[in-house]
């Protein structure tokens, strides 16, 4: 068994000051369902963890008095799915956090986790780059804000430096008549990681698409927007063949790897269809309003 230090702490100021006195040999920890299977496989060898798992005020999700939302880094997935606040423009997001694994898995995997870990498969990943979500670091330094999308810098690297932690990450108001929809692609139903992830984000007036945000999962070495795609469906009226259009484009930006779960073909094949098919699903929401919770 590989064995390592537990380091436990009571706040996200004392994370950061036990990561930067022990240095670079360590990691945080917050559900363990990555890192520990990480460690398993001896594809990781932390010397140390520090225990952010169980710090109360990161696992906060709340709507702001501005009327952003706030996902803290260990807010489970469960509670994310289940929450109140992830409603009209923003089920979004508790649909992403909805397919995570399992019940089992939901009740200890967090928003934090499985931003950190940088899968470009991650669930959560694009429902919250269709928002617009922007990430809250926290370091020796002090915090800082990165947009979600400068976050990932490749498979299982981010812009976090050592002893930086996650606080959380805060979603804009979206404007009313917004909806959204995410949907992913697995051979298996349930318990099986995503072969190509997308998620969709239209905002209406009067009939026209006032903006679009689309976002890929596992179909490059980070989620990625596809920028084509949206810039066609600004300003038009949503139509079948303006989304078959929008979903031709994000195929086309799609830069997918073949691998034992589909070859690069059948994933941008999957990005079309995939893309097409949230589109609609927003647009359908977003007509019914796109209640702003
Ligand atoms: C059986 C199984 C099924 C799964 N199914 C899915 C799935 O369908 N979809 C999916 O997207 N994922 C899936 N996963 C992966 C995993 O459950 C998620 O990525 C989860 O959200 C990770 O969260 P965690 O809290 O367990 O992360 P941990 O394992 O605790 O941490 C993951 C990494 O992030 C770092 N980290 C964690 N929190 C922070 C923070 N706040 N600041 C800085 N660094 C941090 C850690 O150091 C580590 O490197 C599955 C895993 C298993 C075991």
């Known amino acids: ?3 390592f230090d537990f380091v436990a702490v009571r706040s996200p100021e004392e994370a950061v000051a036990r990561l930067a006195e022990r240095g670079p040999d360590g990691c945080p920890i917050a559900g363990g369902t990555d890192l520990l299977v990480q460690t398993r496989a001896r594809l990781i060898t932390p010397a140390y963890v520090v225990d952010i798992g169980n710090i109360a005020e990161l696992a906060r999700l709340a709507q702001e008095p501005d009327g952003t939302l706030w996902i803290g880094a260990t807010a489970r997935m469960r509670a994310i799915q289940l929450s109140p606040l992830f409603r009209g423009a923003y089920r979004v997001i508790a649909e992403g956090a909805g397919l995570v694994g399992s019940i089992q898995i939901r009740n200890l995997a967090t928003a934090g986790g499985n931003l ?15 928002v617009g979500a922007v990430a809250e670091i926290l370091g020796p330094a002090g915090r800082r804000t990165v947009p ?5 810098l490749g498979p299982r690297r981010t812009v976090l430096a050592p002893a930086e932690i996650l606080l959380g990450v805060r979603v804009p108001r979206l404007p009313p008549r917004t909806g959204g929809h995410y949907a992913r692609h697995t051979p298996r139903r349930e318990m099986d990681i995503a072969v190509v992830g997308v998620a969709a984000v239209v905002t209406l007036d009067n009939g026209h698409c006032a903006d679009a945000r689309i976002a890929l999962g596992a179909v490059a070495p980070t989620p990625i927007r596809a920028a084509r795609a949206e810039a066609v469906l600004r300003g038009q009226p949503l139509s079948a063949e303006v989304i078959a259009e929008a979903a031709r484009l994000a195929a086309e930006d799609a830069r997918p790897i073949s691998d034992v779960r589909g070859s690069a073909d059948f994933r941008r094949h999957l990005v079309g269809v995939l893309t097409r098919r949230t589109l609609e699903q927003a647009w ?6 796109g209640v702003i919770p």
Not at 148 to 152: M, Q
Not at 284 to 289: K, L, P, S, T, V
């Open 1 to 3: 068994m590989y064995k």
């Open 116 to 130: 950190c870990n940088a899968a470009p498969s991650a669930d959560l990943a694009p429902p919250l780059l269709a």
């Open 148 to 152: 979600l999308e400068d976050f990932f």
């Open 284 to 289: 359908r929401n977003a007509q019914e309003g």
